[in-house]
T-cell receptor, first 116, second 113 residues
Framework: GDSVTQTEGQVTVSESKSLIINCTYSATSIAYPNLFWYVRYPGEGLQLLLKVITAGQKGSSRGFEATYNKETTSFHLQKASVQESDSAVYYCALSDTGTNAYKVIFGKGTHLHVLP | EAAVTQSPRNKVAVTGGKVTLSCNQTNNHNNMYWYRQDTGHGLRLIHYSYGAGSTEKGDIPDGYKASRPSQENFSLILELATPSQTSVYFC????????????FGPGTRLTVL
């Protein structure tokens, strides 16, 4: 089936250090999946961080980047220098396109804790 | 101002009781969704709707009903709540377009004793 696997649990990084949160996907029933990273700050709902709909392309937002790699079925989230305000839960997700785009498959979430 | 709101934000219910979770969106989106999130799981889709008057089953609909009386409102109903329904529930809205971006409410923490 279709699924998303990401770095589990909590990741702790010191401020100004680099970050990578791994995400791999399986899209056996989706020919051209859309890939997303959502973020949930404390007390808030999930919000879209970035999305990429074309294999080989890179998305970026707020200093975060992720490249859609169809060969390795990966969509890792990276940031060169994290800030304390980046502390949040990050979700990797994929969706189908067209009329099936309503259905989004989420990873379990990765809790990023940035130390000051 | 928040475009997707949920009420209540926290709820404690008793086993066998009826629980209604409400969601309101001001995005004018056609699609609305109810998810639950549990430790060790990603968000799982319970019900969704394409517009007023429509409800569709998601991946885990058993024990839940949904109601979409208007474009803005989408409710999740637990007729006979059970402890296994203790979870955090998220409502979302989205356009019917191809990119599937969804806009989420802040969540409701439900505890069934």
């Amino acid at each position: 089936g279709d699924s998303v696997t990401q770095t589990e649990g909590q990741v702790t990084v010191s401020e100004s250090k680099s970050l990578i949160i791994n995400c791999t996907y399986s899209a056996t029933s989706i020919a051209y999946p859309n890939l997303f990273w959502y973020v949930r700050y404390p007390g808030e709902g999930l919000q879209l961080l970035l999305k990429v709909i074309t294999a080989g392309q890179k998305g970026s937002s707020r200093g975060f980047e992720a490249t859609y790699n169809k060969e390795t079925t990966s969509f890792h989230l990276q940031k060169a220098s994290v800030q304390e305000s980046d502390s949040a839960v990050y979700y990797c997700a994929l969706s189908d396109t067209g009329t099936n785009a309503y259905k989004v498959i989420f990873g379990k979430g990765t809790h990023l804790h940035v130390l000051p | 101002e928040a475009a997707v709101t949920q009420s209540p934000r926290n709820k404690v219910a008793v086993t066998g009781g009826k629980v209604t979770l409400s969601c309101n969106q001001t995005n004018n989106h056609n699609n609305m969704y109810w998810y639950r999130q549990d430790t060790g799981h990603g968000l799982r889709l319970i019900h969704y709707s394409y517009g007023a008057g429509s409800t569709e089953k998601g991946d885990i609909p058993d024990g839940y009903k949904a109601s979409r009386p208007s474009q803005e409102n989408f409710s999740l109903i637990l007729e006979l709540a059970t402890p296994s329904q203790t979870s955090v529930y998220f409502c979302a809205s989205g356009d019917a377009g191809v990119y599937a971006e969804q806009f989420f409410g802040p969540g409701t923490r439900l505890t069934v004793l």
